[in-house]
Structures are given as structure tokens and as C-alpha cells.
């Protein structure tokens, strides 16, 4: 099962399994020497709104879940377009989304409030393979039941990975702070009205305090 799994590209765009195996893998499948899953998943599936993040089409995800002892090590990459909004400029665009994830899964104790040791993960994060990268802070989540619910993840790992601040374009004008016009397309009449140098605006600054001053 796993080698078919793992032979199939990310772009390929085939489909081994129906979306809602990738999402919701059971438990049972997930051993040490790991399972792999992969397909592509629309926003709607992945619980996606246009508050979160946008992407075009459909968002390719690849899976390398693996079990040791009661913990779940899931490694991925997504890959897809997204749709950003400017922050200067205010005009969507789209950008090439591709990152990498690691998280960890536990099972979720229902037992009467015993603290959760602090301790207790980082000792097992000590026993995951080795990759060269184990002192980096997995992002932790949590299962019960018989299955995974990689959805709400995969959901919260994109939008982690959505720049704070997109820009279309570094060199993006943005928009007039006066008439909002979008400067990308031309200069607005403000500008025209003020090509002089800072001098200028300096001058005329200190005219008008004068001209209070006199009154
Ligand atoms: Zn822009
Ligand atoms: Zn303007």
C-alpha cells in the first residue's frame, strides 16, 4: 500500500484514494514503517473560507504519517496557487504556494484533568527518526477515535504558512493615500499637484504658519 502511495506525483493529479481517505486515515493503517498518502484537496474539503486563505483550484498534499509508540509524526509538503491580496494596492493575486509540514498528533486524554507533563513529548520527540532537524518545535495536535482528522490541520498549516504581508509586486505603488487611486496604473492628479520638491511642500508649509501667525 505504501509503495503505491509514494509513487504518485504531486501534480499528477491522480487519485489512489477517495479525498476523504486522505483526510480521515485510520489509525490502524498508521505504523512504524509509515504511510503515505496524497491528493488533491479543494478549500471546501480542506474547511477553507475566504477569511483563512485563498487558493486556486485545488491545493496538492503529500503525507508521510508515521506511528512510534502512541505518537503520530506527520511530514508533508503542500503545493498549490494561492490567491493573496495586496496590501499596498489592495488587488488580488495569485503566488506560488509550496511548503513543507511536520506536526505530531497525540491522543486526546479524556482522563480527570491530569496535567500533561511537559516533559513527556519532548522524550518522545527524541525517538522520531532522525532528519537533522530534531530540535524543531512540532506543532501538536490531537485524535481520538479510530482516525485522523487531517482536515482542521492541514486547514491551520496553511494558513501559517500565508504571508503577513503579501505584495503583488515589491515595487507595488500602491494606492494615491488622497484620491486612492491604484498608482500602479499611472499617477493620479495629486501627484500632479504636488511634483515639486519636499522644499516646496516645505515652503508652503511654513507660508501657511505665517500667514496664522499674522492674523
Ligand atoms: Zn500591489
Ligand atoms: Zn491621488
Known amino acids: 500500500m505504501i509503495a503505491d502511495c509514494e509513487m504518485l506525483g504531486l501534480d499528477g493529479g491522480m487519485r489512489l484514494r477517495t479525498t476523504m481517505d486522505v483526510l480521515t486515515p485510520k489509525i490502524v493503517d498508521i505504523t512504524a514503517e509509515g504511510l503515505s498518502l496524497s491528493g488533491n484537496l479543494t478549500s471546501e474539503e480542506l474547511g477553507l473560507t475566504d477569511a ?11 503525507l508521510d504519517l508515521r506511528a512510534i509508540e502512541r505518537t503520530i509524526y506527520v511530514t508533508g509538503v503542500m503545493e498549490g496557487t494561492a490567491v493573496h491580496q495586496c496590501v499596498r494596492c489592495l488587488k488580488d493575486f495569485d503566488a506560488p504556494l ?49 482516525h485522523l482528522e487531517l482536515a482542521p490541520m492541514l486547514r491551520e498549516q496553511l494558513i501559517l504558512a500565508a504571508p503577513m504581508h503579501p505584495l503583488c509586486s515589491e515595487e507595488c505603488l500602491g494606492l ?23 522644499f516646496d511642500v516645505l515652503r508652503t508649509m511654513k507660508d501657511k504658519l505665517r500667514g496664522t501667525g499674522n492674523r
Not at 509550496?98 to 491522543?107: C, D, H, Q
Open 52 to 62: 483563512d486563505a485563498s487558493i486556486r483550484d485545488t491545493v496538492a498534499v503529500g
Open 176 to 198: 494615491c493615500a488622497r484620491c486612492g487611486k491604484d498608482l500602479n496604473e499611472g499617477p493620479c492628479r495629486c501627484r500632479e499637484e504636488s511634483t515639486g520638491s519636499p
Open 98 to 146: 509550496a511548503f513543507s509540514l511536520r506536526v505530531v498528533y497525540e491522543r486526546e486524554v479524556k482522563a480527570p484533568v491530569v496535567a500533561k507533563q511537559p516533559d513527556a513529548r519532548k522524550k518522545k520527540t527524541q525517538t522520531l527518526p532522525d532528519d537533522g532537524e530534531e530540535d524543531q518545535n512540532d506543532d501538536l495536535y490531537y485524535f481520538s477515535g479510530d
